[in-house]
């Protein structure tokens, strides 16, 4: 049974008497004792549950929100409990939010409804947490490396956390512990290196494998990154080009080439080694102009080619990431040095290339 609080109370004795027989002979106040017997309906105003939680499912990684709706003399306390006995410490009031469930959240959620006057507990509310395997978004890219290059492939995935990455070699041969994300890195390739890259990425409903990632490694050739400049300017007058390494406070400029100007634009290919952190150009014209000096920087891959005098190379290219196999031809140079330049403007705004040498007969 359960005492609930002390009620004082008024009661009133009457004796019979025949000249005043409503009037009473005795008044006493008692300290009364309100006792609940098991089966006994609850005193007034002890807490009621109007609308217990419901069942709900959400994904992983979504918010719930668990509501329950009670009666009873205020002040009303609640107190959460997940499966039967666990309390939750920031569940005490009458919703219950959950931000970023997890399957180990997955379970029954019950509230007790506490006043003065009594308490009264929820039937269980049942959460199901629900997922999917991971999709992968963004697959590692096939792309050519050369000899001592460092490689990276990565992978974009989704899916309910936390996931994890397994990459493989050729198919069969898992890599080791240090490739358990989404990113691989190989540094100094070797040729023993080519070959396809896959990655598994899973999580606790599923596993997903990629599209292979194809690596080539391929031999060398010497390049160096150079300024061009592309000068513009009146077309058959010489353009004076100077330079200055620091322009604050004040540049000092100095002669770097005058330039007899065939075509607009041209280039011209700063050679100096080595480079300076920085560098600025001017350039100008005399004899009255009709058109107005004007420059373009560009950082431009200077190519070595090399052979014996007299022969011819093909300079082909290839992107770096891509199709392995994508080869295009740049230009075929006659040698007049055992050692020359050839510079690939047509690199300028165009993904990152390589680059190899072909004799040709």
Do not use: K
């Amino acid at each position: 049974m359960s005492r609930f609080a002390n009620q004082v109370g008024e009661l009133r004795f009457t004796a019979p008497n025949e000249s005043t027989p409503s009037q009473p002979v005795a008044r006493s106040i008692f300290l009364l004792d309100y006792v609940l017997f098991p089966g006994t309906p609850a005193p007034p105003d002890a807490p009621t549950i109007v609308a217990p939680p419901q069942n709900q499912s959400n994904g992983v990684g979504t918010a719930v929100d668990l509501v329950v709706s009670a009666a009873g003399r205020p002040p009303l306390a609640y107190q959460w409990f997940f499966e039967g006995t666990n309390a939750i410490t920031t569940g005490t009031s009458r919703d219950l939010c959950l931000a970023n469930v997890q399957l180990s959240q997955a379970g029954s959620y019950s509230v007790v409804i506490t006043n003065a006057l009594g308490a009264v507990t929820s039937s269980p509310a049942m959460l199901s947490v629900t997922g999917s395997p991971p999709v992968i978004v963004t697959p590692p890219s096939s792309q050519t490396a050369w000899f001592g290059q460092a490689v990276d492939f990565t992978v974009g995935s989704v899916g309910p956390p936390p996931l994890s990455y397994q990459w493989s070699f050729n198919g069969t041969n898992t890599l080791g512990s240090a490739t358990t994300t989404s990113l691989l890195r190989l540094t100094n390739v070797q040729p023993t290196q080519a070959g396809a890259y896959t990655v598994v990425v899973s999580n606790a409903f599923g596993a997903v494998t990629s599209a292979p990632a194809l690596l080539s490694v391929i031999p060398p050739v010497e390049r160096r990154w150079v300024p061009g400049v592309g000068l513009t300017g009146q077309v058959g007058l010489p353009l004076n080009l100077e330079y200055a390494d620091a322009f604050d406070p004040g540049p000092n400029w100095l002669p770097l080439a005058t330039v007899p100007l065939a075509s607009a634009p041209q280039f011209y290919f700063d050679l100096s080694v080595p480079l300076p952190p920085q560098r600025f150009f001017r350039a100008w014209q005399t004899s009255a102009p009709s058109v107005f000096p004007a420059l373009a920087l560009h950082m431009v891959p200077a190519i070595t080619l090399t052979g014996g005098i007299g022969s011819s190379v093909r300079l082909d290219y290839i992107n770096q990431f891509g199709p392995i196999d994508a080869w295009g031809t740049l230009a075929t140079a006659a040698l007049t040095n055992t050692s020359q330049l050839y510079f690939d403007t047509s690199t300028i705004g165009e993904p990152p290339r390589l680059y190899r040498l072909v004799p040709v007969p």
